[in-house]
């Protein structure tokens, strides 16, 4: 019997197995722990600035405030809850000094992340509401003008070495799902071939 199909397969095995045990090196062995995932860490370098962790009781409110220091650009702003659970819930106020809203958000996951355009350097005020049930860790988090941000091109940004392996171990898993589908199809082929043959003798 041919071979083709069952090498072709074992060679897209060993794909899968390259891709899965490069995912598990580049990732924390506690990932599946989202209040493991402290955002301003994996994404350490990109913000302006991050707030000291801020603690709301049930029903009440915490504050923080970021002066802009340009004009006419974009602002990034981002909530983690950083002990997030199921049915935790925000609401957040953006205003400036003189009471102009910059906007009204709510927040019933562990991260909300947020655009507003800035047409001249303010200082805004964060007024994160906890209409949960528990009391909730959070921290703010702050980034000007992301989008000409070199945070992405410095070589010393820690995303980058999870980004890149991750990437690369997605790419062997799809072609490596494809060549051992490929090989099991010319297997079957192969097998029927055999069957047929047998039958005409």
Request: charged residues 15%; aromatic residues 10%.
């Amino acid at each position: 019997m041919k071979k083709r199909g069952p090498i072709i397969g074992v060679f897209g095995l060993m794909l899968v197995a390259i891709s899965i045990s490069i995912m598990v090196s580049v990732l924390p062995a506690n990932m599946t722990d989202r209040n493991s995932l402290y955002i301003p860490s994996m994404f350490e370098g990109m913000f302006n600035q991050v707030s000291d962790k801020i603690t709301i009781f049930p029903g009440e409110s915490g504050y923080f405030s970021y002066g802009t220091k340009s004009s006419n650009i974009s602002l990034l702003w981002g909530v983690q809850i950083i002990d997030f659970q199921d049915g935790d819930n925000l609401s957040i106020s953006i205003s400036n000094i003189f009471g102009d809203k910059y906007g009204n958000f709510s927040q019933d996951n562990s991260v909300i992340f947020e655009m507003l355009d800035i047409v001249k350097s303010d200082s805004l005020n964060f007024e994160i509401q906890n209409h949960g049930s528990r009391t909730v860790n959070l921290v703010v988090m702050i980034s000007e003008d992301p989008d000409n941000s070199d945070a992405f091109t410095n070589p010393n940004f820690p995303l980058r070495n999870t980004i890149v392996p991750l990437v690369i171990s997605a790419l062997l898993l799809i072609f490596g799902i494809i060549i051992l589908i490929v090989g099991i199809i010319l297997y079957l082929i192969d097998w029927k071939n055999i069957q047929n043959n047998k039958k005409n003798y």
